[in-house]
């Protein structure tokens, strides 16, 4: 397996900033790579609802937004491709959530996803 962590959530105001980070922490694998990685979230008042894709980036691929946070989020990742990122600019309550990172991963020969334990966002005046 691979281990995931999160870290950089948080609280902030409306109109503000946070981001957020996620890193390979451990592996069981000596080669892997990783070649999707997602960023979800849940609200803490919706535990039993699927958890929401916010942004997802695939090597040699562009990103793609949930259209709620479409033109202030951005997803990226470290040049070495173990970490990835979430920028998140002009924040809104609606944003609070706890925020997963997810990284799909390949050995070349078995393929499996990985979450982070995830980490609290919180937008509030």
């Known amino acids: 397996q691979v281990q995931l962590v999160e870290s950089g959530g948080g609280l902030a105001q409306p109109g503000g900033s946070l981001r957020l980070s996620c890193t390979v922490s451990?592996?069981?694998?000596?080669?892997?790579?990783?070649?999707?990685w997602s960023w979800y979230r849940q609200a803490p008042e919706t535990p039993g609802k699927e958890r929401d894709l916010?942004?997802?980036?695939?090597?040699?691929?562009?990103?793609e937004y949930a259209d709620s946070v479409q033109g202030r989020f951005t997803i990226s990742r470290d040049n070495a491709g173990n970490t990835a990122y979430l920028q998140m600019n002009s924040l809104k309550p609606e944003d609070s959530a706890v925020y997963y990172c997810k990284a799909d991963v390949t050995t070349g020969w078995v393929n499996f996803a990985s979450w982070g334990q995830g980490t609290q966002v919180t937008v509030s005046s």
């Open positions: 916010v942004a997802t980036l695939t090597t040699g691929g562009g990103a």
């Open positions: 451990d592996s069981t694998f000596n080669s892997y790579h990783i070649y999707t």
